[in-house]
Each structure stands twice: as C-alpha cells, then as structure tokens.
C-alpha cells in the first residue's frame, strides 16, 4: 500500500513538472517569436551659436559627457524572455539657423546628417543585441548584449567618434 502511495506521488511529481516545463517552453517560445519590443525616443538640445566656436562650446553640454550627441539605450528582458529596448538619441538643435548664411546653413545641415548617421549606428547596435537576445530565447543575454555593446565602441574606435565620418564642425567650409 505504502509502495502504491509513493509510485502515485512520484508519478503525480513527474507529470506536473512535465506540465510545467511544456508551459514554460511554450510561454518562452511565444515571446521570443514575437520579437523585441523596440522603443525610440529622439531628444534635442538647444543651440544658437552664430560661430563655429561658440557652437562648439554650446554642443558638448556636461549632460551628455561633452559629446555633442549621445544615444542611451537600456535592454532588459524578463523570465519569459519579453525582451525590450529602450532608446533614446540626444541631438542638438539649431534655434537661429535662419540667421546663418547659405553656406554655414549647408555647413550645420551636412554635420547634423552625419551625427543622426552615427547615432542611428549606435541605435542599431542596440536593436541587433535586442533582436537576438530574443531569437536565442535570452539565453546568454548578457554575452549578446556585451558582444554589441563591444562593437559600438569599436565602432567609434574606428571613426574617431565620427569624425571620419564627416562628423565635424566647421561652419566655413562646403
């Protein structure tokens, strides 16, 4: 009789442990196919410098760690793999553009297009960790993560923090 209690007990165990993992894997599964949740956010600051120099000293704000732009990017993700990343890119802004001639206007245009270029670069980093932290069901999360992570700063390593690509200002040139 004892016997017959145990075998049913270790039966009833083994079953709901079973039951368990299928609805875990199953919930996991569900969440890591539909993707990340991807959140971004652009952000400007002001600036109304009518010189290069004066801009220079208005677009490194101590906020952003003396760069001009910055993007900020959290990835987290939870026990059912929901994985989300929250970015946010800071820009400045120039408030008196207007008041720039037609070649120092060009001059801002053609900076400001190459920092969104290698913020949006850093921005995709994010979302390359974010969409294969999923697609690996967030095993080994944090060594994607710090892969990606890795590579934005190689990134700018290579760059120069963009300036090779084109990231510099000088109001006075075409």
Not at 48 to 77: C, F, H
Not at 82 to 103: K, M, Y
Request: with cysteine.
């Amino acid at each position: 009789m004892r016997v017959r209690l145990i075998k049913r007990v270790f039966r009833f165990v083994v079953i709901a442990c079973l039951s368990s993992a299928l609805i875990w894997g199953l919930a996991i599964g569900y969440f890591a196919s539909r993707g990340p949740t991807l959140i971004k956010e652009v952000e400007f600051y002001d600036v109304d410098g009518l010189t290069t120099n004066v801009l220079k000293e208005q677009i490194r704000p101590v906020e952003l760690s003396g760069y001009s732009a910055l993007t900020y990017m959290t990835l987290t993700w939870n026990a059912l793999c929901q994985v989300e990343l929250h970015s946010t890119i800071t820009l400045p802004r120039h408030t008196r553009l207007q008041d720039l001639g037609e070649l120092q206007q060009k001059s801002w245009k053609r900076y400001l297009a190459a920092l969104r270029r290698h913020e949006y670069t850093h921005q995709y980093h994010g979302e390359r960790a974010a969409k294969e932290v999923a697609a690996n069901f967030c095993i080994g999360g944090h060594y994607i993560l710090g892969y990606w992570m890795a590579q934005t700063e190689i990134f700018d390593h290579k760059t120069r923090r963009g300036a090779k690509d084109g990231v510099r200002l000088d109001l006075w040139t075409q």
